[in-house]
Nanobody
């Protein structure tokens, strides 16, 4: 699976963004999709995940209520809507595809394919 993330940019605190991740190469609906992020000097962390059908989602506590993950299997695309952005949301955001044993996995080790990352910078 090849993943291409886009949509990052420089925004002010309180603004919104929509990240997109287009997949190609294999049957998209066979994969659990996740978004992770890595801030400067920090480890990569789970942000949100969505099940193969899109019927179930999970979020990190730090973004719950502000971010929304969705997918369109007909378009082979997963989205991450970022609302009420905070300075601490500044990071490179990565989309990932995997086939974990659980419905959704928060572990980066369960994801086999990764996009190149898209930078989100939030000014305070």
């Amino acid at each position: 699976v090849q993943l291409q993330a886009s949509g990052g940019g420089l925004v002010q605190a309180g603004d919104s963004l929509r990240l997109s991740c287009a997949a190609s190469g294999r049957t998209f609906s066979n994969y659990v999709m996740g978004w992770f992020r890595q801030a400067p000097g920090k480890e990569r962390e789970f942000v949100a995940g969505i099940s193969r059908s899109g019927g179930r989602t999970e979020y990190a506590d730090s973004v719950k209520g502000r971010f929304t993950i969705s997918r369109d299997n007909a378009k082979n695309t997963v989205y991450l809507h970022l609302n009420s952005l905070k300075f601490e949301d500044t990071a490179v955001y990565y989309c990932a595809a995997g086939r974990p044993r659980t419905v959704i996995s928060r572990s980066s080790r369960d994801y086999d394919y990764w996009g190149q990352g898209t930078l989100v910078t939030v000014s305070s």
